[in-house]
């Protein structure tokens, strides 16, 4: 460190205030907060916090596994929770200071004890599928009545692709999701972990990519929204963000997500506080805070996602809770699969393959 001279030091000391602030550090999914909820945080307990976000469980983990990251809390999707956990990412939560655990679903906590046994380190933040949003009108211009747009063809029949190529395609940066989309899709078990099924559903991704104008987990949102591109593979509420945006813009662009009939990935994602935080206990004021009903039915009404609070229900809107792209039907449910987690070689044969699928070579 600098020295300071003795004057300036005194001098310094003499003026600063005194650091008395507690703060927290969280690292969340960009566009998946409400616009309120950090300020009503704050207001609530004095606590102020740095928001920081990120689009790709990849570079969560890359940050986790390195530790010292300086977060308090992030959000990991189940199955890389799961790994995460394993390698000793993070800290149990102190289940006495989280009384609106109470207000959890117990099904759905059921559901995620599947990747960390007994709730002990993580509780669901918010839920959804990955499907696809598309812009009604450019693709029923490009591909008339007979358009897919209950299918996987949509984006993986190389011909139907093709006519779509010019009014923007796109697909997440999410290798572990669009794998076993493509497997599926080719009729094989999307959670299977056999090399051959990664071969094929990157194949599938090869024979399409010449179609698509981007991979990216984010910039989609807007581009749908604006009419830039007319076809995402992407994650439910982020489409219904699109549509809302659109809707708000008054700027004639209609879109629309699916869960294709086929079916689509099912995936968590928690709320969990590292091994190495700086301040434990504000991460779980942060977490119950959260949990409150209230709060995380205004996260809800605002990002378009379902969420795993049974209490909060009765306070989401209708409009979200009767939309079976975000509560999905009985008939559709049959069909969502859970994500797979890969051990260490399942994840490089994926990481690798996918570097092929983004870069063509
Ligand atoms: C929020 C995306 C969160 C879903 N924009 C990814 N699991």
Redesign the pocket.
């Known amino acids: 460190m600098k020295q300071l001279p003795l004057a300036a030091l005194i001098a310094a000391s003499c003026v600063a205030p005194i650091a008395s602030a507690e703060t927290l550090n969280v690292y969340n999914?960009?566009?998946?907060i409400a616009e309120d909820t950090i300020e009503k945080f704050t207001a609530a307990t004095g606590i102020e916090v740095n928001y920081d976000v990120y689009?790709s469980n990849e570079v969560l983990e890359a940050k986790m596994l390195a530790g010292n990251s300086g977060y308090d809390i992030v959000v990991p999707?189940s199955d890389f929770l799961q790994r995460q956990i394993s390698a000793g990412a993070y800290q149990p939560l102190d289940k006495s200071k989280l009384p609106n655990l109470a207000n959890m679903d117990a099904a759905l906590m059921e559901g995620l004890a599947g990747y960390d046994a007994g709730n002990e380190h993580a509780v669901i933040y918010m839920w959804?599928t990955t499907g696809i949003g598309y812009n009604v009108d450019m693709i029923n211009e490009r591909l008339g009545d007979d358009a897919p747009t209950d299918s996987w063809a949509l984006v993986f029949d190389p011909d139907v692709v093709a006519k779509l190529a010019d009014c923007g395609v796109s697909m997440l940066d999410a290798p572990t999701e669009l794998l076993p989309a493509a497997m599926n899709y080719l009729g094989l078990d999307p959670r299977s972990t056999d090399k051959k099924d990664f071969e094929a559903g990157a194949e599938l991704l090869m024979s399409v990519r010449p179609h698509v104008r981007y991979y990216h987990s984010?910039q989609y949102i807007s581009d749908l929204a604006n009419g830039d591109v007319c076809v995402s593979v992407g994650?439910s509420?982020?489409v219904f963000q699109a549509r809302d945006r659109a809707d708000e813009a008054e700027n004639g662009v209609a879109v629309s997500y699916v869960i294709p009939k086929e079916g689509a990935l099912q995936?968590f994602?928690t709320m969990a506080i590292p091994v190495d935080a700086p301040n434990p206990d504000a991460a779980h004021k942060f977490i119950d805070f959260v949990m409150d009903a209230q709060i995380t039915a205004d996260i809800t009404n605002y990002v378009w996602y379902a969420n795993g609070n049974a209490a909060s229900m009765p306070l989401v809107d209708e409009e979200i809770t009767s939309d079976p792209g975000i509560f999905p039907t009985d008939a559709a449910k049959a069909n969502l699969w859970a994500s797979q987690v890969y051990n260490a070689r399942q994840d490089r044969n994926v990481t690798r393959l996918w570097t092929k699928v983004k870069t063509g070579q």
């Open positions: 999914w960009s566009d998946y689009d999707t959804g984010s994650w509420g982020d995936w994602d």
